[in-house]
């Protein structure tokens, strides 16, 4: 079994920036894929950004050259760092940890950007 556990959320204004954090722990898979989702109210919940053991990135259009995805396999913990804010941003973000036998899912950290 394997948990996943975000934090970092918050408010912050437009042309901010905020860190994410994701937490996996338990039955760790050495090959695993982690990512961001997120999901604004009245929404589908979208793909934002991913990131394999060994580094390889990939973003959505709409946070490239914004969000960064970076981790740390000896914490077994993966980072979203958000630039640049915009209010179209705002969602509950939530992390994907996928390996195999496994697709786990965080509870959700609210990021709200408003002025």
């Known amino acids: 079994q394997v948990q996943v556990v975000e934090s970092g959320g918050g408010l912050v204004q437009p042309g901010g920036s905020l860190r994410l954090s994701c937490a996996a722990s338990?039955?760790?898979?050495?090959?695993?894929?982690m990512g961001w989702y997120r999901q604004a109210a009245g929404k589908p919940r979208e793909w934002v950004a991913q990131?394999?053991?060994?580094?390889?990135?990939n973003y959505s259009d709409s946070v490239r050259g914004r969000f960064t995805i970076a981790r740390d396999n000896a914490k077994n913990t993966v980072y979203l760092q958000m630039n640049s804010l915009q209010l179209e941003d705002t969602a509950v973000y939530y992390c994907?940890?996928?390996?195999?036998?496994?697709?786990?899912w965080g509870q959700g950290t609210q990021v709200t950007v408003s002025s």
């Open positions: 990131i394999s053991s060994v580094g390889d990135t």
């Open positions: 338990g039955s760790i898979v050495g090959f695993n894929n």
């Open positions: 994907n940890y996928r390996a195999m036998g496994y697709n786990e």
